[in-house]
């Protein structure tokens, strides 16, 4: 009888069904279609009491980080800035996906293959299940760095949390319990924290979350994720706690995942050649950030990126 699907907005892969809610009995009572869409909504105005008081607080505002990884993402950030200036390039964007495991702080970072640039970076989806057999953690939402210029969230790094983010990364889910007359019901609540980070160890932080509501669909009652909110404006500082830890690393980890991952074009002409990278937003024709995950695809985009932007790649 229960048929409640989480459906994220143009994500269509399945979802496990929901189990806490029976909604038997009051679809029994309520036969009629305006009384089970006025059921739903008196449900929606319960949930959304509920979710605001769980929100409410600063602390849910702020970003929780496990001891360690601020370090480790500062680390790899001047790793970074090193391997650039060696090699005579301009400080480059670099985007590191945020990963955790079972406990609700973020506790390591991945770097995935990307394509940069001073003030943009463009990084690949659809690395979950590698980023989970060699962590054992999930992708939860994603940080960057803007190399030497200031911390903060651009415009496009507001819409990348409220609207890309959470499409494509799994947040940190929390299950809110609450009851509707006799019934008792739950949502889930989805946080994307996000981190900005700059050469000078300089920090922002912000977060977005979303929730599931009910709502009527077929004559069903399901479940369906608004945006909710967000501290994206705020840079309230981080909450460390002890806990899980990153996974180790030293200068010749950071360089072989630097080296092998993030592709720099080397041209002149950058201003030129900027617009026109813009106009590629998408990637290569034809190819799907979400299905681009084996390396020999991922060798291949890159040579056929550059072969359209003229430039060329720095050296291994
Ligand atoms: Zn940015």
């Known amino acids: 009888m229960n048929n409640i699907n989480r459906l994220l907005p143009g994500n269509t892969k399945s ?10 009995e009051w679809l029994a009572l309520s036969r009629s279609k305006a009384t089970r869409q006025a059921a739903v909504n008196s449900i929606n105005l319960e949930l959304d009491r509920k979710v605001r008081e769980y929100v409410s607080s600063r602390d849910f505002r702020r970003v929780v980080l496990s001891t360690g990884l601020k370090e480790k993402v500062f680390d790899y950030v ?13 400080s480059q964007e670099l985007g590191m996906f945020l990963l955790a495991g079972d406990s609700p702080a973020v506790s390591d970072v991945y770097i995935p293959p990307q394509y940069v640039r001073p003030a943009y970076c463009e990084v690949e989806f659809g690395h979950d299940d590698a980023v ?79 929730y599931e509501r009910y709502v009527m669909r077929d004559g069903k009652m399901d479940l369906e994720v608004t945006y909710s909110d967000d501290s994206l404006l705020d840079n309230l500082p981080v909450v460390e706690v002890e806990g899980e830890q990153p996974k180790s690393y030293d200068a010749e980890t950071i360089d072989a995942e630097l080296l092998s991952r993030v592709s720099i074009p080397v041209e002149s002409g950058v201003a030129k050649r900027y617009t026109v990278y813009r ?3 998408n990637m290569p024709d034809g190819v799907s950030r979400k299905v ?25």
């Not at 001047?78 to 301009?90: A, E, F, M, Q, W």
Request: net charge positive.
């Open 15 to 24: 979802i496990p069904k929901h189990s806490d809610v029976d909604n038997t």
């Open 292 to 316: 681009v995950s084996d390396s020999s695809l991922t060798d291949r985009l890159r040579r056929d990126w550059y072969e359209r932007i003229g430039g060329r790649e720095i050296s291994r």
């Open 78 to 90: 001047n790793r970074y800035s090193t391997i650039l200036s060696s090699k005579g390039l301009p």
């Open 132 to 210: 989970r057999a060699e962590y054992g953690k999930d992708i939860i939402s994603w940080a960057h760095s803007h190399g030497a210029l200031g911390v903060f969230l651009s415009g496009e790094d507001k819409n990348t949390m409220r609207h890309i983010v959470p499409r494509e990364t799994k947040g940190l889910a929390t299950t809110i319990d609450f009851e509707w007359g006799c019934n008792r019901l739950s949502t889930t609540l989805r946080e994307y924290p996000t981190v900005v980070v700059n050469n000078n160890k300089g920090i922002f932080c912000g977060k977005a979350w979303s």
């Open 279 to 281: 106009k590629l937003k």
